[in-house]
T-cell receptor, first 111, second 112 residues
Framework: QQPVQSPQAVILREGEDAVINCSSS?????VHWYRQKHGEAPVFLMILLKGGEQKGHEKISASFNEKKQQSSLYLTASQLSYSGTYFC????????????FGKGTKLSVKP | KAGVTQTPRYLIKTRGQQVTLSCSPI?????VSWYQQTPGQGLQFLFE???????NKGNFPGRFSGRQFSNSRSEMNVSTLELGDSALYLC???????????FGPGTRLLVL
């Protein structure tokens, strides 16, 4: 039940906006977003919890549609530092604390 | 506050050998999860420990095992290494269930 991310890759110019989507076939308790730069560990960006609570990055926003089991990450006025691969990790209910990650969306921001 | 640390950072082994990887979580974090990352499969969940108990396990063969100690440090072991085990192994720690997971730098394992 790996979540599906779209698009797989996107190229932007500095200052442009992007939306990355994450869709699951399972009921979700939360969605976690991470960014990973080449050769580095994933870095936490945002967590969206069932019920509407959000915690995370100041300059990045996201939405979580519980009914549709979908989340979107909004990157506005992109900067060169936004380049990397973005992963969504989904968490179901119950006593499990692990995340199931999508295959990632590669974002390249050009000057 | 120190982040998640993993040792060793790089490892080269040959087929058939076994390997033990270590993860020290952020102070105060009791949950540790392990993930395998490969270019083809992405980030795949291996197992999760909380207070020395394995709470959940991913779809990996029994050659992959782990444990967690009373100080929350965790180790994972891979026995009878195969070429396909070459990957970046990441551990992530959190305060508990439904909390943000923070990743360590990973251990890059190459099996020859």
């Amino acid at each position: 039940q790996q979540p599906v991310q779209s698009p797989q890759a996107v190229i932007l110019r500095e200052g442009e906006d992007a939306v990355i989507n994450c869709s699951s076939s399972k009921a979700l308790y939360s969605v976690h977003w991470y960014r990973q730069k080449h050769g580095e560990a994933p870095v936490f960006l945002m967590i969206l919890l069932k019920g509407g609570e959000q915690k995370g990055h100041e300059k990045i926003s996201a939405s979580f549609n519980e009914k549709k089991q979908q989340s979107s990450l909004y990157l506005t006025a992109s900067q060169l530092s936004y380049s990397g691969t973005y992963f969504c990790g989904t968490e179901g209910g119950g006593s499990q604390g692990n995340l199931i990650f999508g295959k990632g969306t590669k974002l390249s921001v050009k000057p | 506050k120190a982040g998640v640390t993993q040792t060793p950072r790089y490892l080269i082994k040959t087929r058939g050998q076994q390997v033990t990887l270590s993860c020290s979580p952020i102070s105060g974090h009791r949950s540790v999860s392990w993930y395998q990352q490969t270019p083809g499969q992405g980030l795949q969940f291996l197992f999760e420990y909380f207070s020395e108990t394995q709470r959940n396990k991913g779809n990996f063969p029994g050659r992959f095992s782990g444990r967690q100690f009373s100080n929350s440090r965790s180790e994972m072991n891979v026995s009878t290494l195969e070429l396909g085990d070459s990957a970046l192994y990441l551990c992530a720690s959190s305060r508990g269930m439904k909390e943000t997971q923070y990743f360590g730098p990973g251990t890059r394992l190459l099996v020859l």
